[in-house]
T-cell receptor, first 114, second 114 residues
């Protein structure tokens, strides 16, 4: 059972365009939603994260939008650059009950063409 | 980069043999995790540790065992390797539960079971 569903599996965007990656979760107890970025040959690294007390969080060209009622969140990359070409993972966790895990989506491979 | 070393970086082994992967950290973080990464499945949690000798199962723990006898080392053992365990294995560490601190990943171990 996949607790965090991510789409699309792959994405091709032209330089300067907007990249959008979507995730949906099932467990309503989740209340922490990070995005990780992974370059080839490397481990993932935290990119940006959101908690459900806000509907949007922006850091530079990266924005997370969060819709609690729909149990969905998305990553928007504005003015996409070739250096953004990587695999992106959404994830979910919770702050209650001593929850020690971070559950990841299946990943989206982004290619930004010059 | 967080001080995480995974060894070996690459390994080829035969079906039925035991295999041990090592994760060593120099950050003195309490939490350590083993994930496997497979196309279409993203990152799936195998086992994790919340302290010395304190471990618990993740989503895909069958066929794997772990041990943590020291804060800095977390070992993953495939008791009898199968072809379905061919994957890239990532170790991750975090200072506190994922809700309160990011995961830092090693650069992975590519395991091939023939």
């Amino acid at each position: 059972q996949q607790q965090v569903k991510q789409s699309p599996q792959s994405l091709i965007v032209q330089k300067g365009g907007i990249s959008i990656i979507n995730c949906a979760y099932e467990n309503t107890a989740f209340d922490y939603f990070p995005w990780y970025q992974q370059f080839p040959g490397k481990g993932p690294a935290l990119l940006i994260a959101i908690r459900p007390d806000v509907s949007e969080k922006k850091e530079g060209r990266f924005t997370i939008s969060f819709n609690k009622s729909a149990k969905q969140f998305s990553l928007h990359i504005m003015d996409s650059q070739p250096g953004d070409s990587a695999t992106y993972f959404c994830a979910a966790s919770m702050g209650s009950g001593g929850y020690n895990k971070l559950i990841f989506g299946a990943g989206t491979r982004l290619a930004v063409h010059p | 980069d967080a001080g995480i070393t995974q060894s070996p970086r690459h390994k080829v082994t035969e079906t039925g043999t035991p295999v041990t992967l090592r994760c060593h950290q120099t950050e003195n973080h309490r939490y350590m995790y083993w994930y496997r990464q497979d196309p279409g499945h993203g990152l799936r949690l195998i086992h994790y540790s919340y302290g010395v000798k304190d471990t618990d199962k993740g989503e895909v723990s069958d066929g794997y065992s772990v041990s943590r006898s020291k804060t800095e080392d977390f070992l993953l053992t495939l008791e009898s390797a199968t072809s379905s365990q061919t994957s890239v294995y990532f170790c991750a560490i975090s200072e506190r539960v994922p809700y309160n601190s990011p995961l830092h990943f090693g650069n992975g171990t590519r395991l091939t079971v023939t």
